[in-house]
């Protein structure tokens, strides 16, 4: 199916959704932006962010995302599409030919988007296509440019019952139609794992995991990690490591050298702390990245090296500068 974003420059293309103003609680959110944090010492990437969604009291282009993130010391982002329509939109933002320099992009099949497309209807009853169609249509903008990554993809036992065995018979056959695909193009995974370690786990062992495996918005203990890291596996850390209940995330950072950590936004969501349910954006990633610092005993300055090398090292981009 052509995009309906074909062709659209970046700087015309509409966010494709908006973010709630109600709160998991039920309390309705502050929509304003939070103030700019002091900039990073040394640049980093923030692997997984959403430029499709809207959030905030003033919309924000892609460039505005783009520029705040420069300001801030986010000198590259990665967007990430995950349901058919944002897959489209990314595709399209990649292609467009004044897409800015510092942006590229992954796409795939949600794990709960699989099991609506495995039903053949979106959770307002309208007809989608067949879970093997979206796969493919994945697979091949996957091939145009910009794309350095298969994700998000793997297993949601949070909004998607385990009971429910139609949605996790689909959710499972498309987490390893993506491992697949990412062999394939040699291209790392990024997976969404949410209360599904051990299948996850699993799969990924039974299956042969992708030589670049990445766990987006680590959530997993200490143990996890060290079973993730003795894998080679890569953990992505996202505002979540800022909560003050995180205090088995933080444990799960502790156990991993920065040679396996990234870091990131899922923006607009995870906002860090003090600005947590406010709207999210790479700008903010310093927030994290003091975090990641303290709890890893390091200066921020090596901290924000090391991820970043780590995520060169991953994406194979942006390009190391010569020495």
Known sequence: MPSPHENTPASALPPVRDREDIDPRG???DRSWPPAPEPLPSPVIDNHCHLDFADGDTQLSVQDHVDRAAAAGIDAQITIGSDLEAVRWTAALLAAPDCPPSLRGGVAVHPNEAALHARGHDHD????IGLDAAI??????LRGPGMVVVGETGLDWFRTSRRDEHAREAQISSFRAHIALAKELDLPLQIHD???HRDV???LEADGAPERTVFHCFSGDAEFARQCADRGWYLSFAGTVTFKNATDLRAALAEVGLGQVMVETDAPFLTPVP???R???SYLIPLTMATI???TGVSLEEACRAVRATTQDVYGWPEAAAA
């Open 27 to 29: 309390k309705k959110r």
């Open 125 to 128: 009853g309208r007809g989608i």
């Open 136 to 141: 493919a249509e994945v697979s091949e903008l």
């Open 194 to 196: 949410r209360d599904a």
């Open 201 to 203: 786990l699993e799969i």
């Open 275 to 277: 600005y947590r349910g």
């Open 279 to 281: 709207p999210n954006s």
């Open 293 to 295: 610092a303290e709890t």
